[in-house]
């Protein structure tokens, strides 16, 4: 069964301290998103990635970095964690190309920053 | 840019009735594809349904059927016989053709009463 696998379910951590988020595909995909969803705002994307190396910034980069340096792991990055970055991650890919069938998500990681 | 709109943040419907939740979006493109996504409390986002805009015909897939209306950019989702297991938030979604990212609206709340 293809799978998009999230490291963490849940993660707290404290104000200020670098934080990794990890998200790893088995399908080959080239592209990953990273999503940060909130309540009443839906899901906004933070950054995405087409190829190895590859990464643009979504609507909400702020306070965000990503690391690609293999085709199946995308990593996204709180430099300085902040309260206002506990939210649930939702991280997903998709293959380039062709008629598209929108995203395979991970399971989602709920950040707690105190 | 593209929009997404759900008007209903929470539904509530008996088991076994029919429940329609709304969406509109705005674009000035004319190719498109159109997602239902449904995130129940598992988080793991699920694809139920999706449109592509040339095609007339409204997709169906078993309980879940679209009513696309392209004019007035609308793709409502129609679940049949509703049951229990199809609580979850509901999430609308666009893409653009030959682009890769989704624009997700806010989403629905849908619960199913028994």
């Known amino acids: 069964d293809v799978k998009v696998t999230q490291s963490s379910r849940y993660l707290v951590k404290r104000t200020g301290e670098k934080v990794f988020l990890e998200c790893v595909q088995d399908m080959d995909h080239e592209n990953m998103f990273w999503y940060r969803q909130d309540p009443g705002l839906g899901l906004r994307l933070i950054y995405f990635s087409y190829d190895v190396k590859m990464k643009e910034k979504g609507d909400i980069p702020e306070g965000y970095s990503v690391s690609r340096e293999k085709k199946e792991r995308f990593s996204l990055i709180l430099e300085s964690a902040s309260t206002n970055q506990t939210s649930m991650y939702l991280c997903?890919?998709?293959?380039?190309?062709?008629?598209?069938?929108?995203?395979?998500f991970g399971s989602g990681t709920r950040l707690t920053v105190v | 840019a593209q929009t997404v709109t759900q008007s209903q943040p929470e539904m509530s419907v008996q088991e076994a009735e029919t429940v329609t939740l709304s969406c509109t979006y705005d674009t000035s493109e004319s190719n498109y594809y159109l997602f239902w996504y449904k995130q129940p409390p598992s988080r793991q986002m699920i694809l139920v349904i999706r449109?592509?805009?040339?095609?007339?015909q409204n997709a169906t897939e078993n309980r879940f059927s679209v009513n696309f209306q392209k004019a007035a950019k609308s793709f409502s989702l129609k679940i049949s016989d509703s049951q229990l297991g199809d609580t979850a938030m509901y999430f609308c979604a666009f893409m653009k053709h030959g682009d890769d990212k989704i624009i997700f609206g806010k989403g629905t709340r849908l619960h199913i009463l028994p």
């Open positions: 449109q592509e805009a040339y095609k007339q």
């Open positions: 997903a890919s998709s293959p380039a190309g062709g008629p598209n069938y929108g995203y395979t």
